[in-house]
């Protein structure tokens, strides 16, 4: 099913956005005083857009979650889950419509990262299907490490594992126009990927 995806850059209103609509939030280290291409996103499946609004001053986007790996450990309703996502932010090659750019994504790309990336135990590509408003991006890879220093010391195995990664994003993505990664912490609301928080009775 597709999900409501909206960028924004206030931790306080992206948590109560996804808290509303039993969402999944994305906040970056507010401590971190780099520049950023946003520091929230929220996820959810909802049939009130307006309910976004307040964490969507970024962008809002029509996507299509692809779960790649998926963590061994959970968290309860609401309260952060274990380690880091790294948020990459995805524009298509230049010489690649977006459907081939998001077809070399899934199905060349996917394979390659469960084997190039030794320390990633959660990933998920949310594929964008239209961009309502903000940057037009393509994709959001959600990929997730146990620390942060799993991330930065196991992202990689070896510089195999580094050239190999860099030389098929490059194949696909446009490496110049995609923004830096955001690194954040997952908290999930009702469960991942988001369903509607309110069920609705029938026969």
Excluded at 29 to 58: I, K, Y
Excluded at 88 to 100: C, E, I, K, N, Y
Excluded at 120 to 146: C, I, K, R
Aim: some cysteine.
């Amino acid at each position: 099913m597709h999900e409501l995806v909206v960028t924004g850059n206030d931790p306080e209103a992206a948590a109560e956005v996804a808290a509303s609509v039993g969402g999944v939030c994305y906040a970056a280290d507010p401590d971190d005083g780099r520049e950023l291409p946003f520091r929230t996103l929220v996820r959810a499946m909802t049939d009130s857009a307006d309910a976004l609004t307040r964490a969507a001053t970024v962008g809002t986007y029509l996507a299509f979650s692809r779960i790649i790996r998926e963590r061994p450990l959970g968290a309860d309703p609401g309260e952060a889950s274990p380690g880091v996502t790294a948020i990459f932010p995805m524009v298509h090659h230049p010489d690649l419509t977006h459907a081939q750019g998001d077809s070399h994504w899934r199905d060349t790309h996917a394979p390659l990262a469960l084997r190039h990336h030794p320390g990633m135990w959660d990933y998920t590509q949310l594929s964008v299907v239209a961009t309502l408003n903000g940057p037009p991006f393509d994709g959001f890879a959600m990929v997730s490490f146990a620390s942060l220093e799993d991330m930065r010391e196991r992202f990689f195995g070896d510089d195999h594992d580094r050239e190999v990664i860099r030389a098929d994003v490059a194949k696909f993505a446009d490496m110049q126009r995609s923004p830096r990664r955001v690194i954040t912490t997952e908290t999930i609301h009702h469960q991942r990927p988001p369903v509607p928080a309110v069920t609705w009775p029938h026969d």
